[in-house]
């Protein structure tokens, strides 16, 4: 590498237009809504001040817990259920499927719903489950029930079901591509060393996809619990999460409130992501 | 793991494919019910069974207005699309150069990358409200719309630089920099041609991720609606199937556009290899 000054200030050049981006529409919004989170309001106006009165509402209202646990609820089974889909759909594709062509056509077989509008897939989900729909349809006509099941749509099982569908992909996207990196040859020496073929999933293949693991759920746990309109939608309205009750609150233009409860969030999924990040390091792996 | 001893397979491949299958079922079964929803007769409902088959709804999305600004929003979509896939490609390219060298700064950038994309789009949406409520200016696609997406689809174009240069191979420079290439002929002939399948990539994710992009853009579109905020109300009160018909449309845009980057990326490889042939 040539040490020229042109080349030593080329990488601030480079990287500026983006971190610029970044700053004006990430950085400088963000300090504006924790400010906010300060200010006084009317049914009118906001009014610039530092009062803690927005933080002492959200932190001694019930209705907060109730909130967080929904959403945690839901950030948690969704967590669960993806990873368990994700490593497995990778597993087979990495490790049973021989060809590499047939590899990528199945890989992309698994992403090209990803590349499609979130709220349409989303919506595919109700003639599917609701009373007449096909589910309960097929099921009547099998014999299994004689009457449809209510349960399967607008209720917690819709919300959660309709996560997965949307947000495994995220999940497998990432553990797929460490999963593909992982040198072979460890796996014969472990299969020589008369491993059984459990032993070789957990003590090598797991430990070897970790920043897979870790950046898919850093995905997936961030979507759920940034999410408000499959919340809204799919539980026809009887169950709700953080943003979406901040949604209404934006609704009512109670900006405020909604920027403690905003600011509120923000610590605690960074807190979540600060602990996966602690587990694995992501960026040494990505870019190293 | 297996494949030491004979070509035969193992059960759990078949318990695995099983598994496989079925989750590519669950991945494309309610999709293609509102597909074939979509073809409704006109006295068709939003649920099956179907009463008739017809284009009628599709008709009625380019005819009349009664599904709303469906026209423009999807014009306003497809140009905001645009100028977020090549800001996209051009930012997250420089950034990737600028990544393989030490600097001053490079750990909050990417940290800042990391946490933009992370953060709940609606809070994005509304602190860019803020922005532009104490600046006194208008909110419009083209402006805080078009920056509120950039802080989804900027973040993913880093990653996937990151993921291109990391397999990148300086040799091909040196190269070029022995032969007494100047930096730009080295950008030009050496580097971008090696980059292009990943900016393909980049430009399909910005494309697609604006093109559907919602809770960020939610807040700050001014006053007229983009494609997605124009479906998520039509959820709320239209009770035709229209709605599907809509979906249906956008989809094909959708896949029009993964058909369009794969089929470049199976070019440029092609040509590639034909020449590593040829030579």
């Known amino acids: 590498m040539s040490s020229s000054p042109a080349a030593r200030i080329a990488p601030y050049l480079q990287v500026a237009p983006l971190a610029l981006v970044l700053l004006v529409f990430f950085g400088l919004p963000l300090l504006l809504v924790v400010a906010v989170s300060f200010f006084t309001y009317d049914e009118f106006e906001i009014y610039p001040g530092f009062v803690l009165d927005n933080y002492i509402d959200l932190l001694t209202s019930r209705v907060t817990l109730q909130l967080y646990w929904n959403t945690i609820f839901y950030a948690l089974t969704v967590w669960a259920i993806t990873l368990v889909i994700g490593f497995t759909v990778s597993y087979f594709l990495v490790f049973h499927v021989r060809t590499f062509l047939w590899q990528l056509a199945l890989f992309l077989l698994c992403t090209v719903p990803f590349w499609t509008s979130n709220v349409i897939r989303m919506i595919s989900w109700i003639p599917f489950l609701g009373l007449n729909g096909i589910f309960n349809q097929s099921l009547i006509a099998l014999g299994v029930t004689d009457k449809p099941l209510e349960f399967l749509l607008y209720s917690d099982f819709a919300v959660v079901l309709a996560y997965v569908h949307l947000f495994t992909l995220f999940m497998i996207v990432p553990i797929f591509n460490s999963m593909a990196r992982i040198d072979r040859s460890l796996i014969e020496a472990a299969v020589d060393g008369g491993a059984k073929s459990w032993q070789v999933i957990w003590e090598v293949v797991i430990p070897l996809s970790k920043t897979g693991i870790a950046l898919g759920s850093i995905f997936v746990i961030a979507l759920v619990m940034g999410d408000f309109f499959v919340v809204q939608v799919m539980s026809g309205g009887q169950s709700a999460s953080v943003v979406l009750a901040m949604s209404n609150e934006i609704a009512q233009l109670l900006y405020p409130p909604a920027s403690a409860s905003a600011v509120l969030l923000i610590v605690i999924v960074t807190l979540m992501v600060a602990g996966i990040m602690r587990l694995v390091d992501v960026r040494r792996e990505l870019a190293g | ?279």
Do not use: C, K
């Open chain 2, 1 to 279: 793991m297996r494949r030491q001893s004979s070509d035969r397979r193992p059960w759990t491949f078949y318990a695995l494919a099983a598994f496989f299958t079925l989750f590519v079922l669950f991945l494309y079964g309610p999709m293609s019910a509102i597909y074939i929803l979509s073809f409704q007769g006109p006295s068709g409902g939003l649920t099956f069974p179907m009463r008739g088959m017809s284009l009628h709804w599709f008709a009625a999305l380019f005819g009349q207005q009664r599904t709303g600004d469906f026209l423009g929003s999807f014009l306003r979509s497809i140009s905001l699309a645009a100028i977020v896939l090549t800001l996209t490609v051009v930012m997250s390219v420089m950034a990737g150069l600028a990544f393989r060298r030490r600097f001053v700064g490079s750990t909050v950038v990417f940290y800042m990358a990391i946490a933009s994309l992370i953060m709940p789009g609606l809070l994005i949406s509304l602190g860019v409200g803020f922005l532009f409520h104490f600046l006194g200016w208008r909110t419009n696609w083209y402006s805080s719309a078009l920056g509120a997406q950039l802080t989804w689809t900027l973040p993913f174009g880093l990653l996937i630089m990151f993921a291109v240069f990391s397999r990148f191979n300086r040799s091909y420079e040196e190269a070029a920099r022995d032969l007494s290439a100047t930096p730009w002929q080295t950008f030009q002939h050496v580097i971008l041609p090696i980059l292009a399948p990943g900016m393909i990539g980049v430009a399909l994710f910005g494309f697609t991720l604006s093109y559907d992009e919602f809770p960020r853009t939610r807040l700050v579109m001014g006053s007229r609606n983009t494609l997605p905020i124009e479906i998520f109300e039509m959820t709320t009160n239209v009770t035709s199937p229209a709605l599907y018909t809509l979906g249906t449309v956008t989809t094909i845009v959708s896949f029009i556009a993964i058909g369009l980057a794969l089929g470049s990326i199976a070019l440029i490889q092609r040509r590639r290899t034909r020449r590593a042939l040829g030579r």
